[in-house]
């Protein structure tokens, strides 16, 4: 269990710690909270803990506070490294299963191949996810330009990697399914361009909250080679 120590400003009674209190349990991945009247020190625990940024909205969202953002700390002990290394270790086991299965005739056809591709990594992408839907949602309303205003779309999302998963299993070569995923996927990439350029500290939720991946130019890689794919077997 992550462990995350903040200081918030603007706590006058236990009538604000309540509140605030009760903001946070808002969120499920928060799993527990203890906030100090007279010095506005809160500690947080939880499997794991959502975005600085996803915290701040559930505090500011009660009352005149906010959070010091000079005070707080993670504590070493308890936190993961940010790493791509699972995001790596996945793609390249798709990428040699899916190339493996397309020389099975002897000949790899590139559009088959891409099929294949997409299935397997939209199937595994959504399991990834599925493991703590709640916690998903909120990482992903912390840069998607939907699920910041549409909190459901959020929750949706992990069955919508699973029904184009399918798809691309059963109904490999359809230009619906093709046309959908370049959309979904150009949707997706707006957001995650915008955190990057913004330069916004935030957890990639490409893998769901198990692992604990940084958001950077190696998830606009992702997300834009998706795309075109979906394009390339649209248009062909």
Request: glycine residues 6%.
């Amino acid at each position: 269990m992550k462990e995350k120590t903040i200081n918030i400003s603007g706590i006058t009674c236990m009538s604000c710690v309540s509140k605030i209190e009760k903001s946070l349990y808002s969120n499920p991945a928060i799993k527990q909270v203890a906030i100090d009247q007279a010095t506005g020190l809160a500690t947080l625990k939880g499997t794991p803990l959502p975005h600085t940024d996803i915290i701040e909205n559930l505090i500011e969202s009660v009352g005149n506070y906010y959070v010091n953002a000079t005070s707080n700390t993670l504590h070493a002990s308890t936190t993961d490294q940010r790493s791509y290394k699972p995001l790596a270790i996945i793609v390249f086991y798709l990428l040699g299963t899916t190339l493996l299965i397309a020389y099975s005739d002897g000949v790899i056809l590139p559009k088959t191949w891409m099929a294949n591709f997409m299935a397997g990594f939209f199937l595994v992408f959504s399991f990834f996810k599925m493991l703590d839907i709640p916690a998903f949602a909120s990482a992903y309303q912390s840069y998607d330009i939907i699920a910041a205003k549409v909190k459901w779309y959020g929750y949706l999302y992990p069955f919508i990697e699973l029904a184009l998963g399918i798809a691309y299993l059963l109904y490999s070569d359809n230009s619906t399914t093709h046309l959908i995923t370049a959309i979904v996927m150009f949707v997706s990439l707006l957001g995650v361009v915008r955190s990057v350029v913004r330069k916004s500290e935030i957890q990639c939720a490409c893998l769901g909250t198990v692992f604990n991946l940084p958001m950077s130019y190696v998830t606009i890689v992702e997300d834009g080679i998706m795309l075109a794919m979906a394009l390339l077997m649209y248009l062909v």
